[in-house]
């Protein structure tokens, strides 16, 4: 199929182009197979340049003259087109509305996209080698867990990697077993290994218990193979009893107390699918609504109850990691497919854990091992944002309430991350559209039908890259090695305003003040660079002096003792 055949109207002059924050821009509107293309011949005004697979819906409107377009983008962000003509605008419509729901994946953006702005310094593909991290991952366990091929070339587990950790003294027909006893064959995995206790997470999807009562004493042993000698465990469970009950019926289930007598369940309900989506779209609703009184703003908010999400989630995660850390427990962490929830607590307290997982490579590591490379299906859950009437039930925000999330613990802590907020919503934006291919598909297993590394480009090739990079870092960062707890009060969280609000308030202030704090940064570096050069210099002519004998030996001492130590903190 030609992208030309989509098309009805390629170029059209005379169209006005209003955005948020900026004067409305006359210009010529064309597009391409892949882009919606605004140029103008004003200086100092940026051309638009829009993916249509940044495109959630688009609205028409027309009068006798003209028709205009109301662009409603995945980023939040709202456009409109005044089109000169109803024939021209309705053409233009209908190959938007078309070529921004391809369903085709390989007609994509990601499959054309060449980088000519910049050369790949390092393949992203092969930064985080799954094997390469689980490796990294288990180095501290004392030869206690091992790395597995089981599910070479996905037979075992489509939505798995290939490569995965489990306990050493688990054989493969162990796991096979424990994969036939489990919802889509994920059963139980090394998710993170505490070093200084020997404590994990793992994850897994619910067991195939049903309204029989279905036992599997290998997957049994598989779980108590995690646990270390004369230690019990915790299993929470990411749903309610009511839909555990459900979930039966349909041949799920939980596991029960009587086979599982070493590890106790805890419940801690967390929503997802159609519930999160309706959320964040109530969410955004109430932040474009810039009308609003205080009153029915507050009451707006609290009805999409989207930060309430957020708490469901950071308590799971700070229970999680609060077995780890301070009972020296294991966790098993499951809802039902275990692909949403069960990522989100997993991937959430690794940074609560983790220091490194607070790092620019260890956060994209954690991203790669927790969402990509553990089958969250971004195809599926990504393929709307919060404006689009037409939803699918498989259409959820999981991830950037993940991402919401660390933001959380982000204001709490915000000298303990490398990375800036900013990172957070770059990954947003390209979880739901992106001409790189780290987010395409719903596993590595669809990734690999595509030949995608050979195809696309990854998106660590391109943010990794110094100059790029920079623009991401947290100026504020001060490496802590601790376990950092955040509150989950309701009073400790906060809207995420830099991203649901910054197409409808002016968030450039907010850039300057980052500006100046690297400024600050940077000035404070200078002068104590040469506040220790200036030292070293006064203890070489304090020495000299003595030497010449114009002055005596005792006189330097303290002198001599500042320098050395203010020196050495300086350093």
Known sequence: MEFVELIKTPKVDGVILHRPFQSPLDGTLCITG?????????????????????????????DANRGA?????????????????????LNIADSIETLSTLEDISLWYPFYFRPRQFDILEDGWQAFNVESELTRLISHADHSWRISHVNKDFTVCPTYPETVAVPKSVTDELLLASASFRDGGRFPVLSYYHGDNGAVIMRSSQPLV????????????VLNASLRPGKKGYIIDTRSPNLIQMAKNRGGGCEPEVNYSQWKRVHRPVERHTALQESLCKLVDACNDSRASMDKWLSRLESSNWLGHVKDILTCACLTAQCVDKEGASVLVHGGEGIDSTLQVTALSQVILDPDCRTVRGFEALVEREWIQAGHPFNDRCGKSAYSPARSRYEAPAFLL???SVWQVYQQFPCSFEFSTQFLI???EHA????????????????RKLNLQ????????????PEVLQNYLNPLYEPNKSVIWPSVAPQSLELWSELYLRWTQDNSILDETNKQILCI?????????????????LMDLQKEAIEKGLLAAGNHGNTETASEAYSSSAS
């Not at 882009?35 to 940044?54: F, Q």
């Not at 009562?213 to 049994?220: F, I, S, V």
């Not at 992106?434 to 297993?445: K, M, P």
């Not at 050979?454 to 890259?465: C, F, G, P, Q, Y």
């Open 69 to 89: 377009i109301v662009i409603k983008c995945k980023n939040l962000q709202i456009l409109r087109l005044d089109i000169p003509g109803q024939e021209e605008a």
């Open 210 to 221: 049903g309204t029989t009562g279905r036992r599997c004493k290998e997957d049994e042993r």
């Open 521 to 537: 940064k940077e000035h404070n570096k200078e002068l104590r660079t040469k506040v220790v050069r200036i030292r070293r210099q």
């Open 402 to 404: 993940f991402l919401d």
């Open 432 to 447: 739901y559209a992106s001409q790189f291919g780290t987010f395409l598909c719903n596993s590595e297993c669809d990734k």
């Open 426 to 428: 770059v990954l947003f």
């Open 34 to 62: 892949h882009h919606l293309i605004l140029s103008t011949r004003v200086e100092h005004h940026e051309e638009l340049w829009l993916l249509h697979r940044n495109i959630d819906c688009i609205e028409r409107r027309f």
């Open 454 to 465: 050979r195809r696309a480009v990854s998106l660590w090739s391109w943010v990794n890259r």
